[in-house]
């Protein structure tokens, strides 16, 4: 008998398994993926599934932005507020402490 020394058996197993990756990606990925969005509604994406994604994702993205820039502007606002507070209350401050200094009679020596 004829030995196919030359020929190991794994590698017809490498082989098979690297022929078949392809194989189900080609029948699989024809059908499409579904995709669900934000809201419960079901994308069917096809051939331009990337782009139909950035169109979704960039809604949500643009609505998140938005919001993020009111509640910055909320919490500087805030911050300014409490500055001014912050500035009134140390003048308060300094001005009892100089009265009080001025009221407290000079010890005489």
């Known amino acids: 008998m004829i030995s196919f020394a ?4 794994w590698m017809t197993f490498v082989i098979i398994m690297v022929l078949i990756g392809p194989m189900w ?7 499409g993926r579904d995709t669900w969005n934000r809201d419960g ?3 069917r994406i096809r051939g331009r599934g990337r782009e139909v994604l950035r169109e979704v994702a960039g809604e949500h993205i643009d609505s ?5 820039d009111q509640v910055i502007e909320d919490l500087q606002r805030r911050l ?9 209350t140390e ?3 300094a001005e009892r402490t100089t009265e009080s200094r001025e009221r407290q009679p ?3 020596p």
Do not use: N, Q, Y
Request: proline share 6%.
């Open 25 to 31: 990606r080609l029948i699989l990925g024809a059908r």
């Open 80 to 88: 300014t507020e409490m500055e001014s507070r912050l500035d009134f």
């Open 91 to 93: 003048r308060l401050l």
């Open 6 to 9: 030359a020929w190991p058996s």
């Open 41 to 43: 509604v079901r994308l």
């Open 106 to 108: 000079t010890p005489i």
């Open 64 to 68: 998140a932005l938005e919001e993020r």
